[in-house]
């Protein structure tokens, strides 16, 4: 009965698709329409010029808050379809039809940017557009107007968390298959994201871990607490960094390595596939450009000394 029920709520249905035309046609009406419709509304209850001077000059602002608080009411409907899974991108399928309309909604206000840098930064209007769009962590962290970030209820900042201009905070991933990867990020407390950096869906930063610039965290992989991903480097799938540990510039982590607690890798470090590290000892068994132009020029030092 169980199995029947879950398979009827997942079961696609060709009129969502035609349903979601139409929907998204009316959400982008009343987004753009209810606070210029509020606007005129204002300007025509009283005649005076100094009302109309003030409604002029308060304008934007008052235009931002009814386009936030319209964008987020209408994405309360469909908060629930943003859960951790694999989906089908098919709007005939309830779960993709929902989170594409909470999409259309949080990205509508996101690439709005004049709105949505009104919004971060406001404090007040900062916690109503994250709780609006179903965020339930900590409000205390940076974001800025040009870092990605969607499906709110599947992140959770903790304090002082700061992610940089350009940094991409990947919740989802669109698969070759035809299908959507979605998952959850968390940042605990101090957690820091550099500029241009990308995490994927299931990643969590521990407390005071650190991604430089330019760095690729995949699916699922794990920074401890206090751990550092020095610039441009590439960690693959399902890596653990243990607290403390350090990924030299510019290094590789081959899917589901383990680095162990304080070890440090030199820089341009390739580890392979369920490589693990727990020593130092372990870290230079492993190509590493360092190591490889010392040894180099050592070789070439001795034979100009023959």
């Not at 009406?29 to 000059?57: K, N």
């Not at 971060?120 to 974001?143: E, I």
């Not at 992610?163 to 957690?191: F, M, P, Q």
């Not at 960690?235 to 081959?254: D, F, P, Q």
Request: hydrophobic fraction near 45%.
């Amino acid at each position: 009965m169980v199995q029947k029920q879950t398979q009827a709520r997942t079961a696609r249905a060709p009129w969502r698709k035609a349903a979601f035309a139409a929907i998204s046609l009316l959400y982008l009406s009343l987004i753009y329409g209810a606070p210029a419709l509020l606007l005129s509304l204002l300007l025509r209850a009283w005649p005076g010029s100094f009302w109309r001077l003030g409604c002029a000059f308060a304008g934007p602002v008052l235009y931002s808050v009814g386009f936030l608080v319209t964008a987020g009411c209408l994405s309360l409907y469909h908060q629930p379809a943003i859960v951790p899974g694999r989906f089908p991108r098919d709007t005939a399928h309830p779960v993709y039809f929902h989170r594409r309309l909470y999409g259309l909604c949080w990205t509508t206000l996101f690439y709005c940017k004049p709105v949505y840098s009104l919004c971060l930064a406001v404090p007040l209007l900062k916690r109503l557009m994250f709780r609006l769009f179903g965020y339930r962590g900590g409000m205390n962290f940076t974001v800025y107007p040009d870092s990605w970030i969607r499906d709110l209820p599947l992140l959770r900042f903790g304090d002082g968390v700061y992610i940089s201009n350009r940094a991409t905070l990947g919740t989802n991933i669109a698969l070759a298959s035809g299908h959507i990867l979605v998952d959850r990020i968390e940042l605990e407390d101090g957690a820091m994201v550099g500029h241009l950096a990308m995490l994927a869906p299931g990643v969590r930063l521990g407390r005071r871990a650190e991604i430089a610039v330019g760095c690729a965290i995949g699916i699922g992989s794990v920074i401890g607490d206090g751990a550092k991903v020095l610039p441009t480097c590439t960690v693959e799938h399902g890596v653990v960094m243990s607290a403390r540990a350090v990924a030299g510039t510019m290094s590789y982590l081959g899917n589901k390595a383990f680095i162990g607690q304080g070890v440090q890798l030199a820089p341009g470090t390739l580890l392979t596939r369920r490589s693990i590290v727990t020593s130092r000892h372990d870290a230079d068994a492993y190509i590493s450009s360092t190591t490889r132009i010392s040894g180099t020029l050592a070789s070439a030092e001795a034979l100009d000394d023959e």
